[in-house]
T-cell receptor, first 115, second 114 residues
Framework: AQSVSQHNHHVILSEAASLELGCNYS??????LFWYVQYPGQHLQLLLK??????LVKGIKGFEAEFIKSKFSFNLRKPSVQWSDTAEYFC?????????????FGAGTILRVKS | DTAVSQTPKYLVTQMGNDKSIKCEQN?????MYWYKQDSKKFLKIMFS???????INETVPNRFSPKSPDKAHLNLHINSLELGDSAVYFC?????????????FGEGSRLTVL
């Protein structure tokens, strides 16, 4: 089945460590790509998105993501994490050729940053 | 001044009961959604409405019936609740159609069926 895969369910890092969260999707056509974040006790919110153009996308709070079409990947990165980045991160895809253009989510990665 | 609000946040009920979850958005968006987050944390779309019209209806049992009295509200009614309905249900809204991808989510409603 077509899907969105996030490689790690739990990631634990120390402050100042670099972060890379993997995301792969299996849709063959044109896609829109997103990362959402859910901080503890808060609702899901958009971190960054890619529609077209420069495959390196910058989002809020120093996050960036790179779209590699040949690898069907959209990995999230941050050079130096902070304790406040502790949250759950969801990769999401809209496969544009599918009916309804629905947003399909990965299972999420829980990031815990140790201070 | 919450943008997307859901009530109730927690709901514990017995199998066989009927329950509703309400959602309201004050963002002036045209499109609203219901997503279900199961025990494995997958967020799956159930329904979407655009200006009160049903746009997406995923493979969801008939026991689930969305109702949109106006474009600011999308309520979810569930009949004859089953154990497998236990999940967190998220309401969301967007402005430019779902292909913009920027959805604004509510805080979720955790439903527990005993």
């Amino acid at each position: 089945a077509q899907s969105v895969s996030q490689h790690n369910h739990h990631v634990i890092l120390s402050e100042a460590a670099s972060l890379e969260l993997g995301c792969n999707y299996s849709y063959g056509g044109t896609v829109n790509l997103f990362w959402y974040v859910q901080y503890p006790g808060q609702h899901l919110q958009l971190l960054l998105k890619y529609f077209s153009g420069d495959p390196l996308v910058k989002g809020i709070k120093g996050f960036e993501a790179e779209f590699i079409k040949s690898k069907f990947s959209f990995n999230l990165r941050k050079p130096s994490v902070q304790w406040s980045d502790t949250a759950e991160y969801f990769c999401a895809v809209i496969p544009l050729m599918e009916y309804g253009n629905k947003l399909v989510f990965g299972a999420g990665t829980i990031l815990r940053v140790k201070s | 001044d919450t943008a997307v609000s859901q009530t109730p946040k927690y709901l514990v009920t017995q199998m066989g009961n009927d329950k509703s979850i309400k959602c309201e958005q004050n963002l002036g968006h045209d499109t609203m959604y219901w997503y279900k987050q199961d025990s494995k944390k997958f967020l799956k779309i159930m329904f979407s409405y655009n200006n009160k019209e049903l746009i997406i209806n995923e493979t969801v049992p008939n026991r689930f019936s969305p109702k949109s009295p106006d474009k600011a509200h999308l309520n979810l009614h569930i009949n004859s609740l089953e154990l497998g309905d236990s999940a967190v249900y998220f309401c969301a809204s967007s402005q430019a159609g779902e292909d913009s991808g920027e959805l604004f989510f509510g805080e979720g409603s955790r439903l527990t069926v005993l």
